[in-house]
């Protein structure tokens, strides 16, 4: 599997891969456990702070990971990695190694502890900003901390989560509408 | 503009629709007023209660009449509306009549006032449900009360924003993998 060559990102501009509502990889650690999820219920909630919020279920390994360390990595899979992100849909930490079982590659990040995933097209460190609703809702507030994206395709394609098994993909159809937007609406 | 014809479709199945993260239309009414404004900023939080979380930016109109009126309807549009889609988010409430200068259609709802969008693919008629992070970062939590869906096709062409005037089209290639999901992982 390929990895991608990925660069330093803005992170006020991750909206670019976040809002249109893939479904991304977590990854986790805390002390000595390592762990990923799949995660479709997420949703971009300011520019700067770049602010994301994530409902993770407390069924999932990686909600003690993520509420211990207060960090994690939101990687963006493409359609490429389907296989694989099924197989970590369907498994449970900590009784399997995802990283290895799913010959995933963990990259050393620059601000948190949780490791990167290498063949994912971009990977965004979080720290935990507010835990507000973690109690009421599992729905945490990260604060995208650094964001490395690869530079090539522009735009990825993606996976959607519809349920029942059953994925979109997402980038072939671009649709720019750039000469119609207010100028204030777009950024600068 | 076709309008769809649309079936109750069960609230907590909504995800279906939601989890893929397409751009929507939020329609309000409080009192007199009527707005319909743009959203990418959207996450499922729960199926049953059916949750969704919405920021709704203070700078809109709409975020008034929902934040007094405690309700909205959440429409999906279908790729076709992008020009509308565009213009919507272009103009500011309440100067602007939204209904009548886009040449869309306003629905009687069932369960709230706002009104439904004839011409969106689907509409989920929603209650304020939790306004805990209303203050501090404009995040609705509505429950969806009651679903509209169109019968035909089962996987819309939705849009989904990446900011910069550019729109990805979602719906075309769909990807099933129900074979490879632990059956305690799909919907019943």
């Known amino acids: 599997m390929v990895t991608f ?7 006020e501009k991750v909206r670019k891969y976040l809002e249109p509502g893939p479904i991304v990889l977590l990854s986790s650690r805390w002390q000595d456990q390592t762990d990923i999820m799949t995660l479709g219920w997420h949703s971009v909630l300011e520019f700067s702070p770049s602010l994301v919020g994530c409902m ?3 069924i999932n390994y990686s909600h003690t990971l993520i509420r211990e ?20 849909g369907n498994s449970h930490g900590p009784e399997v190694d995802k990283f290895g079982a799913n010959h995933l590659t963990p990259q050393q990040a ?31 507030i990260f604060e995208v901390v650094k964001a490395h994206v690869a530079t090539h395709p522009e735009y990825p394609q993606t996976l959607h989560y519809t349920g029942d098994g059953i994925f979109t993909a997402m980038g072939e159809k671009i649709i720019n509408r750039r000469d119609d937007f207010k100028p204030e609406l777009l950024a600068p």
Chains 1, 2 share one sequence.
């Open 5 to 11: 060559s990925k660069k330093e990102f803005p992170v």
């Open 56 to 58: 993770i279920s407390g």
């Open 110 to 140: 620059e601000r948190v502890n949780a490791p990167l995933i290498a063949e994912c097209y971009a990977s965004f460190e979080c720290q935990l900003y507010d835990n507000a609703l973690v109690d009421s809702y599992n729905f945490f």
């Open 69 to 88: 360390s207060g960090e994690c990595v939101i990687n963006l899979p493409t359609a490429e990695l389907v296989d694989r992100v099924v197989a970590i």
